[in-house]
């Protein structure tokens, strides 16, 4: 997979997320990258049967999941790494995924450009390092 290939997953029902992972990922790097943006668990799990997805954002608490439960169901069907999101009261939660194989977390109360940035740029996995994107949302199907 090329530097263009890199195709990041945001799996996350709510707009202001997605603008600003995709505002963190235009800040760092000089390098193209796509971003999806998905609002379902269900929709996310469909997509991974397309294959190409380099790294993931899931958010915690969507429409059709909620919690740890959510992390495990999606990182039993693939070995891209993945950053979970949370609110402020779901820390337990997301250490929780972080010892199940999550790459990393944030606190979605507290998710600026610059803030999701810092996974995204200092990752210990080099899979997740600097890149630029292109935005490119898709239109999740209605659940």
């Known amino acids: 997979m090329n530097v263009a290939d890199h195709n990041l ?3 996350d029902a709510d707009p202001y997320h ?3 992972l995709e505002e963190a990922l235009i800040v760092t790097g000089d390098n193209p990258s796509t971003f999806e943006w998905i609002k379902t668990l269900s929709s996310g799990l469909e997509r991974l049967n397309q294959k ?4 993931i954002f899931l958010n915690l608490s969507l429409p059709d999941s909620r919690g740890v439960d959510t992390f495990d169901r999606l990182h039993l069907l693939t070995a891209v790494p993945i950053v979970v999101l949370g609110g402020v009261d779901d820390e337990d939660v997301c250490k929780m995924a972080m010892r199940h194989g999550a790459q990393d977390y944030l606190w979605t109360a507290t998710q600026t450009a610059t803030r999701l940035r810092e996974p995204y740029a200092t990752s210990s996995s080099a899979r997740l390092h600097g890149r630029n ?3 490119k949302k898709n239109a999740p199907k209605s659940h």
């Not at 190409?52 to 790294?55: L, R, S």
Request: one cysteine or more; proline letters at 0%.
């Open 52 to 55: 190409g997805v380099w790294a």
């Open 133 to 135: 994107c292109s935005w």
């Open 9 to 11: 997953l945001l799996i």
């Open 18 to 20: 997605a603008r600003a």
